[in-house]
C-alpha cells in the first residue's frame, strides 16, 4: 500500500511540472476562422413569350372589358357644421391686417407702460377711429 501512495505522490509532483512546462512555451495558435460564402446561383435563361393570350370561346366578361368600379361610388354626405366663411375681397383682407397691426403696436406700448395719452398712442387710436366723412 505504501508502493501504491508513493506513486500517486510521484504523480502527483509530476503533473504540475507539465502543466508548468506547457505554460513556458507560449500560447497555441487557434485555426484560422472557417469564412462561409453564398454559393452564387446559376444563370437561368430568360422566359420564352408564350405568345398571344387565347380568348375563351365565351368572350371576355364585362368586368374586364369595362374600366372603372363593379358598384356605384356612395354619395359623400354633407358636413353637419357650417364651411369656413371665405375670405373677403382683397382690399377689405389689407385694411383688416392693417388694423390688426395697429393693434399690435397699441397692445406693445400698453405693455411697456406708455400711457395712453402719449403722442403714439393718440396717432394710433385715430387711425383706429378715423373721424366721420360726410
Not at 30 to 39: D, F, G, V
Amino acid at each position: 500500500m505504501t508502493l501504491k501512495l508513493v506513486g500517486i505522490v510521484v504523480a502527483a509532483l509530476a503533473c504540475p511540472a507539465g502543466v508548468a512546462g506547457a505554460q513556458t512555451r507560449g500560447p497555441v495558435p487557434l485555426p484560422p476562422p472557417t469564412i462561409y460564402s453564398a454559393p452564387t446561383p446559376v444563370p437561368m435563361a430568360p422566359p420564352i413569350n408564350p405568345g398571344p393570350a387565347v380568348v375563351p370561346p365565351a368572350g371576355l366578361s364585362p368586368l374586364l372589358a369595362e374600366p372603372g368600379p363593379i358598384y356605384p361610388m356612395p354619395q359623400r354626405e354633407n358636413p353637419s357644421y357650417p364651411p369656413p366663411p371665405t375670405p373677403g375681397p382683397i382690399d377689405q383682407q389689407k385694411t383688416q391686417s392693417y388694423r390688426n397691426g395697429l393693434h399690435d403696436q397699441q397692445w406693445q406700448l400698453q405693455r411697456q407702460g406708455v400711457s395712453p395719452g402719449s403722442e403714439r398712442s393718440r396717432e394710433i387710436q385715430q387711425q383706429l377711429n378715423p373721424p366721420e366723412s360726410r
